[in-house]
């Protein structure tokens, strides 16, 4: 059944890319059809975020926000904890070779691309230097993200937990910046504007699902990586999803897509925990604007990569 509403779909982007949209909209009756028969609710869902991307595409209708907003009315540890079960590799594959990386230093700066809103890393991070070093740290750090809210009351509170676990570490200096680069223009330009403040200070460079972007502007890529070499960091760590997601084919786009969302919804299906109700509404509204992303969007605009499969 998986199989047939695929290449239904694909039938339909097809119709959409030869103009025929009588086809296409004849083609989405039958996937509606076809998708409320013998098909689970996980698997329904995806079809229909596909058919919503497909439509989107056709009619160049696009949401507003490229990134998942931050509810401002959730704490800071639902947020932190909701999309764990996506993120925890990057902190097991990243703190010990950034902790080997500075031994000895202490004075560390990070410089932090990312548009996760994860930062306990941040805080085990933290407590993880000061084990290492000691006493006298004092610790740096450069968030570079898209604004993920329109309030910034999200902010206000991690600001005050990470200021608050440093006192308790007894850092001798503690500094938090945001950097707000909304778009690919925006993230370069931040990083132009990076400087090494001292000559003992650590620079470490963390890259989390955001180095990507920077192939959708010419040039922005080497822009951004001489910069960096001219900070002379310790280590750059770059966690990245594996897909080659650049073929301006849309068929193509769909067929490699399809197979790896649908093994995301079917786990999510599997997860029968209570408490990961709520995570899963949040998981599913991100999915849905990825496939948006995936299929709808072109040129600058396409930015969402995934793994393959």
């Given at each position: ?201 650590a620079i470490v460079v963390k890259w989390e699902f955001e180095l990507h972007k920077l192939i959708l502007l010419p040039g922005a890529l ?88």
């Open positions: 059944m998986t199989t047939l509403l695929l290449n239904k779909l694909l039938d339909s982007a097809k119709a959409i890319e030869d103009g025929d949209l009588n086809l296409a909209d004849s083609i989405f009756k039958e996937i509606k059809y076809i998708n409320d028969a013998d098909t689970s609710t996980e698997t329904r869902k995806l079809v229909r975020f596909y058919a919503e991307a497909l439509v989107r595409r056709l009619y160049k209708l696009y949401p507003r926000n490229c990134t998942p907003l931050v509810p401002s009315t959730d704490s800071y540890y639902v947020r932190c904890w909701r999309f764990l079960p996506f993120v925890w590799f990057i902190e097991k594959s990243c703190r010990h070779s950034i902790l080997d990386a500075v031994v000895g230093k202490k004075k560390v700066h990070l410089i932090n691309f990312s548009n996760i809103e994860f930062d306990l890393m941040i805080r085990d991070l933290m407590r993880d230097l000061v084990k290492q070093v000691g006493s006298g740290l004092s610790f740096q750090v450069t968030n570079i993200r898209p604004k993920l809210s329109h309030k910034e009351d999200y902010l206000q509170e991690m600001d005050r937990e990470l200021t608050a676990e440093a006192k308790t570490l007894l850092l001798t200096d503690f500094k938090l910046n945001h950097v707000f680069a909304n778009t690919v223009a925006g993230l370069v330009e931040s990083t132009l504007n990076l400087k090494r403040e001292s000559e003992d200070e080497e822009k951004v990586l001489s910069k960096l070499k001219d900070l002379r960091p310790e280590i750059m760590v770059i966690v990245e999803k594996e897909a080659n997601h650049n073929n301006p084919d849309i068929l193509d786009r769909v067929a490699q897509s399809f197979p790896y969302y649908s093994s995301v919804f079917d786990s999510i299906e599997k997860d029968t925990i209570e408490i990961y109700f709520e995570n899963k509404i949040s998981w599913e509204i991100d999915f849905r604007r990825q496939i948006t992303n995936v299929v709808a969007r072109e040129d600058t605009e396409h930015a969402e990569r995934h793994e393959t499969c």
